[in-house]
């Protein structure tokens, strides 16, 4: 079963720096998708990016961007110029691509979650 | 484009009630979710929906049962509620199997 883990509970960061949040999964297939959500007290899961295994630039979106390290199995987000609406949890999340079978269709496993408090 | 509607938002059950957690979206997703999350955990999927007719359990099925009563509507039942139910439900789908799973804004189940 595929395994995903966010070694950090808590990070922290002051507005207008930069912060790093850390995921790595366990997985054999070899391909996939991998997502980081963020998701404010409301408890609303907002995608923030989204990365397909197959591809080898690490995706970009605004000031948030990814590395991805497909033979470590690490999948980190890069928060840059953090801004105070950043503060939230965020969730690494793995997909499998569906197999004929149907029996990975669609599951996304979500790893235990990072809460980013950004101090003014 | 309301996307994906869930209801009730809040529900205070007692032990051994019933109830169905309701949810439409109008997305024109094929498959479609039921996950929970637990306090300090992130979500767990209880069942999901391929696509219209079907449905399968997921990692936490235990205690639940679910209807997928059209592409647009998929129903999440507790049959016989449990306090270990107490929980933030949500409802999600997504158009091909490659494509972002998008969320409801969550269903708050307390169960005394």
């Known amino acids: 079963a595929q395994t995903v883990t966010q070694s950090q509970p808590e990070m922290s960061v002051q507005e207008a720096e930069t912060v790093t949040l850390s995921c790595t999964y366990d997985t054999s297939e070899s391909d996939y998708y991998l997502f980081w959500y963020k998701q404010p007290p409301s408890r609303q899961m907002i995608l923030v990016i989204r990365q397909e295994a197959y591809k080898q630039q690490n995706a970009t979106e605004n000031r948030f961007s990814v590395n991805f390290q497909k033979a470590a199995k690490s999948f980190s987000l890069k928060i840059s110029d953090s801004q105070l609406g950043d503060a939230a949890m965020y969730f690494c999340?793995?997909?499998?691509?569906?197999?004929?079978?149907?029996?990975?269709?669609?599951?996304?496993?979500f790893g235990q979650g990072t809460i980013l408090t950004v101090h003014p | 484009n309301a996307g994906v509607t869930q209801t009730p938002k809040f529900q205070v059950l007692k032990t051994g009630q019933s109830m169905t957690l309701q949810c439409a979206q109008d997305?024109?997703?094929?498959?479609m979710y039921w996950y929970r999350q637990d306090p300090g955990m992130g979500l767990r999927l209880i069942y999901y929906s391929a696509s219209e007719g079907t449905t399968d359990k997921g990692e936490v099925p235990n205690g639940y049962n679910v209807s997928r009563l059209n592409k647009r509507e998929f129903s999440l039942r507790l049959e016989s509620a449990a306090p270990s139910q107490t929980s933030v439900y949500f409802c999600a789908g997504a158009n091909r199997p490659g494509n972002t799973i998008y969320f409801g804004e969550g269903s708050w189940l307390t169960v005394v």
């Open positions: 999340a793995y997909r499998p691509f569906p197999n004929a079978g149907g029996t990975s269709y669609g599951k996304l496993t």
């Open positions: 997305m024109n997703h094929n498959s």
